[in-house]
């Protein structure tokens, strides 16, 4: 009985994961990463789950057996699944550069080990982290509860990645909610290291449903962006003539707008009422998409307006949003504001200030706002 009862957890467990991938993937937006992040690595969940079905369909229950590279590939996975909040708290932060160090435990685990192994270190197979504890002053079983001991650290990366307080594509209780089920997801998958029943695994594959559920909803329904500063207010913040006539063209109300004659009040509509430009990976490919046209229409019709390039489009409403925060709020400092309206570089962002107002922000706003940090 029990082993149909295990049969029909797993089989229930792999369609969860299979629908909530293809969930995400269907509805993910366009430049938006986070989604599809956490839609690739629910897909290494089914894929897991497909031999597990397959062996306990054949009468199989196999216990984990507790070797280095297993309890690396777990690591690999807790790491994986931590990529999604941080694309969600901080887009574009994880690039490559970052993605490599994120990653680095993994490798230095895989490193020692096979150094260890050149140096005759022999590891005794175990089935259950119980099993371990007697020989843990054997280095080859406190080497690998050493690693069972870091699967819960990665989860709290999440606090250390940068945080806006005001501007943010979620909220603090988002976060807390996400690390409080991250841990309760290691801490049934070190149950299921610790004793591996069929009882207990019935328990840990509805766990991992759940959590699989409150993931989908956080992100498809709680996690929604709020809009602190109006349309009106962004346009507002400008400082030139050119958003001035950017602004009045918008509010004028064109019924026949989504002409191609008129794609540029289309392009200008998206910008606003989406507040494009602090998505940090914004490009030329995203707006046609989004516009359904090509890249040479795009940007011929930004040149009838005077506007050399869709960078310098792109730049001139993220420093106009930026002119706008310092403005408003004093408190904020030049990094977040920065951070805020979609630049991931201060460099580049103090160089595209300097191009467009012909000034640094501290000879701008009369003040040095330069080591508000």
């Given amino acids: 009985m029990i082993d149909h009862f295990l049969i029909a957890t797993i089989y229930t467990a792999l369609i969860v994961m299979l629908l909530s991938a293809s969930t995400l993937f269907a509805f993910h937006k366009s430049g938006d990463r986070s989604r599809i992040i956490l839609g690739v690595i629910i897909s290494f969940s089914v894929v897991n789950y497909i031999p597990r079905l397959i062996k306990a369909m054949d009468g199989i229950f196999q216990g984990p057996v507790l070797s280095v590279p297993m309890l690396s590939l777990a690591l690999f996975m807790i790491l994986s699944y931590t990529i999604y909040p941080i694309e969600v708290i901080s887009p574009g932060w994880t690039n490559r550069k970052r993605l490599l160090m994120l990653y680095i435990p993994v490798i230095l685990i895989l490193s020692f080990y ?32 050493f690693i069972c001991f870091i699967l819960c650290l990665p989860i709290f990366l999440i606090f250390y990645i940068p945080y806006t307080r005001k501007f943010n594509n979620t909220d603090r209780t988002w976060m807390i909610v996400y690390v409080i089920s991250g841990i309760i997801d290691v801490m049934t998958y070190l149950l299921i290291l ?36 109006t349309n009106e207010e962004i346009m507002l913040a400008s400082r030139d003539e050119k958003n001035e006539m950017l602004h009045n063209i918008i509010k ?16 200008e509509k998206y910008m606003i009422d989406n507040q494009a430009w602090r998505n940090p990976n914004l490009s030329l490919s995203m ?21 050399d390039s869709i960078t310098t489009y792109i730049n001139n409403y993220r420093i106009s949003d930026f002119i706008f925060l310092l403005n408003k709020y004093n408190e904020m400092s030049i990094k977040e504001a920065f951070y805020i309206c979609g630049y991931r570089s201060r460099t580049t962002a103090i160089r595209n200030f300097r191009t467009i107002t012909g000034k640094t922000p501290t000879e701008y706003f009369g003040r040095n706002i330069m080591n508000l940090e």
Avoid: Q
């Fill in 287 to 307: 707006l046609t998409e989004e516009m359904g046209t090509n890249r040479t229409s795009l940007t011929n019709e930004i040149h009838k307006y005077g506007i």
């Fill in 252 to 267: 004028d109300e064109n019924e026949n707008y989504h002409k191609e004659s008129n794609l540029f009040i289309r392009l």
């Fill in 194 to 229: 610790s004793y591996h029943t069929k009882i207990i695994s019935i328990i840990y594959f509805h766990f991992t449903m759940a959590i699989t559920a409150l993931r989908l909803y956080m992100e498809l329904i709680y996690r929604i962006v709020d809009k602190n500063v």
């Fill in 114 to 145: 096979g150094l260890t192994l050149l140096f005759g270190v022999e590891y005794k197979e175990y089935s259950s982290i119980i099993e371990m504890l007697p020989h843990f002053h054997d280095f080859n079983v406190a080497f690998r509860l």
